[in-house]
């Protein structure tokens, strides 16, 4: 790859942006070029930044330093961001309302792996205005080295409670009795992390427990909790496949399209005989979680940042392959205007 100077911005609207793009600004800084952050709304927490990452205050800051990418895991970006519009997306699972939606603002999906891959691959041929490349996702880069932090004194097994914060999806309301159980019998340790948009009567009711073996994980760095959890109770979460990634097992209330490497169950009273069943998972069960990682996110190298990096400067070098220019879809731009307070042309 080329070692010519490129700048990039990083487009974020929330917190758990800085682990998933962390590792690729590290990548470009390794090859000698600038990267910058610019934060849209008000619900990142300006001081995650480090002390030496450079954010951009303004559009027009934005728009002078002219990147020749925008990096963004949200769902928008609008047109006058400049440079190659590149999706990373926000989590791997597939199964959510919206993953599959073509929101008119991307030049390039930097997909996971075969299960978003070919699905992309299609949409990409019936909109023809994106390019899909499969790279792996650039937070995972780090998941594999990361440590196993002491959470707690004991040896007792930990669970990540890891619900998701849509309300239709989310197991944190249905479970909270039985968990409730469960820190009581004090058979287990307990780590729950919330997503940032869960609602805050959830965040709340949990926050109650005074218990040595449950805490809750405010910080949004997710990596070392998934390497110190040896089980995963969850619903519809992101975060499962990222979970499944390490080979451990995941017990999922009513999951959206439950696979065979998911502990299913539909009642909340199974849970612990599902938690027996994940602290000595039969063959059958670690053989599909193992499947399904390989085709969700095959990529165990390190190396994510790097191959994006590079799809990007493919089309740097030699242009797009989709035919036809983003749609103008005024509708959205004329809402991204409003939320940025920029109507200059």
């Not at 669970?159 to 019998?185: H, R």
């Not at 080979?247 to 490497?261: A, D």
């Amino acid at each position: 790859m080329s070692m010519k100077k490129n700048k990039y911005l990083f487009y974020i609207s929330q917190n758990y942006s800085f682990e998933i793009l962390r590792p690729l600004q590290q990548e470009i800084i390794k090859q000698g070029s600038i990267v910058a952050w610019f934060v849209a709304g008000d619900e990142v927490e300006l001081n995650n930044f480090h002390a030496e990452e450079v954010v951009l205050n303004t559009v027009d800051d934005v728009i002078k330093f002219d990147p020749v990418a925008s990096f963004i895991p949200g769902n928008v970006i609008p047109r006058f961001i400049p440079g190659i519009k590149v999706q990373v997306f926000h989590g791997l699972e597939w199964k959510k309302k919206g993953h599959f939606v073509i929101r008119d603002c991307f030049d390039l999906y930097c997909t996971h792996g075969i299960a978003t891959t070919v699905r992309f691959q299609e949409l990409a041929k019936k909109h023809q205005f994106f390019d899909v490349k499969e790279t792996g996702w650039p937070k995972l880069d780090n998941l594999f080295n990361t440590p196993k932090e002491q959470y707690f004194n004991d040896k007792k097994p930990t669970i990540l409670f890891a619900p998701t914060f849509s309300p239709s999806l989310t197991s944190a309301p249905y479970l909270f009795e039985q968990i409730t159980a469960l820190v009581n019998e004090n058979k287990y340790n307990w780590l729950v992390k919330f997503h940032p948009k869960m609602d805050k009567k959830w965040i709340t009711l949990y926050s109650q427990f005074t218990s040595d073996n449950l805490k809750i994980i405010e910080s949004a760095n997710i990596n070392s909790l998934l390497q110190s959890a040896d089980i995963m109770v969850s619903d519809t979460s992101s975060v499962i496949g990222e979970f499944a990634l390490l080979g451990k097992p995941v017990i999922s209330l009513n999951n959206s399209q439950p696979g065979n490497y998911l502990i299913n169950i539909t009642e909340a009273e199974e849970l612990p005989k599902a938690l027996q069943i994940a602290l000595s998972p039969p063959k059958v069960l670690l053989t599909a979680i193992n499947k399904y990682a390989a085709e969700l996110h095959p990529y165990c190298d390190g190396k994510s940042s790097l191959r994006i990096l590079e799809a990007v400067e493919d089309i740097q070098s030699n242009g797009k392959q989709s035919q036809k220019p983003l749609p103008l879809n005024i509708i959205r731009n004329l809402k991204q205007r409003k939320k940025l307070n920029y109507w200059k042309l």
